[in-house]
């Protein structure tokens, strides 16, 4: 006897239509979000620089690696441009939040930077003026960012910092350290914020090396634990190719099981010429005669 097909009850027809729904809603979001996240990587390749500065002994190498949840990108960036006196300019830094406006805000700072410092030749004030700036756009967000600017006639790295992690530095003779330079708050977080500048004779063969927190830290892994096992690395690869240095400090992100944007930037140099180079006089609490590095 051939079994009898029972009818489909109304309610089980409408569960199925539902389902039927939910499925083709699932589909189109998972497509959303892939668009979403293409929109998001495409922004941040863009706004990377296609190429970084260099001179006779300073050579540069970075790396950026995304962050590893979806939508969470493009809020790290690093940058590097010649300004028209001839220094080289260096920014590295991490915009609040992550997604489409995230990387849309990183844009914006990197730009107002090198704006500003192709009329400023004072990193502190630079990011004082991309800080205010930034406010007046009244975006909501906040950016950290170390500034750089590299003079090839004294051989002399100033640096300020607006709440963003320390640099690290190291030389080929195994002299090393972490550059807790005097800093300040986030751009975008109070207006007529004063930035400190601290100033470094590079007189030692050596790099170096700049990085974001997506680096340093991850699940179980604190800041402090990133950044000696970044210094290990750059005092070991001190006189190495700055790509390959790069490269390595990269994996330290790896090892901290990061979940976040990272960034790196190399400064692989030389020695300075030999013989005293008279530095500019600092307004009080502007900064230091830097240590080499």
Not at 223 to 247: F, I, K, N
Request: with cysteine; aromatic share 6%.
């Amino acid at each position: 006897m051939t079994p009898r097909r029972h009818p489909r009850s109304a309610s089980a027809d409408d569960l199925l239509t539902t389902l039927g729904r939910l499925t083709a809603q699932a589909r189109e979001g998972a497509e959303f979000h892939r668009a979403r996240v293409e929109l998001a990587e495409a922004l941040q390749r863009e706004m990377l620089p296609a190429s970084l500065p260099a001179l006779p002994g300073l050579r540069i190498a970075a790396r950026y690696q995304p962050a590893r949840r979806g939508l969470d990108i493009g809020g790290d960036w690093y940058d590097g441009f010649r300004l028209p006196q001839g220094a080289l300019a260096f920014s590295i830094g991490d915009v609040q939040g992550h997604d489409v406006e995230a990387a849309a805000f990183m844009g914006q700072v990197r730009i107002a930077l090198r704006a500003v410092a192709t009329a400023v030749d004072d990193p502190g004030e630079v990011l004082s003026r991309v800080n205010d700036l930034l406010l007046s756009v009244n975006r909501g967000l906040f950016a950290t960012c170390s500034f750089f600017l590299f003079d090839p006639d004294s051989w002399e790295l100033q640096s300020a910092r607006a709440g963003h992690v320390p640099a690290v530095w190291a030389t080929v003779d195994g002299d090393h350290g972490i550059a807790e330079d005097q800093g300040a708050l986030p751009l975008g977080m109070l207006p007529g914020a004063g930035y400190p500048v601290t100033r470094h004779r590079l007189t030692r063969a050596g790099a170096w090396v700049l990085v974001t927190d997506g680096i340093l830290e991850g699940p179980g892994f604190p800041l402090e634990a990133g950044l000696a096992a970044v210094s290990r690395v750059v005092r070991e690869g001190a006189g190495a190719d700055p790509e390959d240095l790069a490269a390595e400090v990269m994996k330290v992100a790896d090892s901290t099981g990061h979940l976040d944007d990272a960034a790196v930037l190399v400064l692989r140099h030389d020695a300075a010429a030999p013989g005293p180079v008279p530095l500019p006089e600092g307004r009080p609490g502007e900064g230091r005669a830097g240590h080499t590095g």
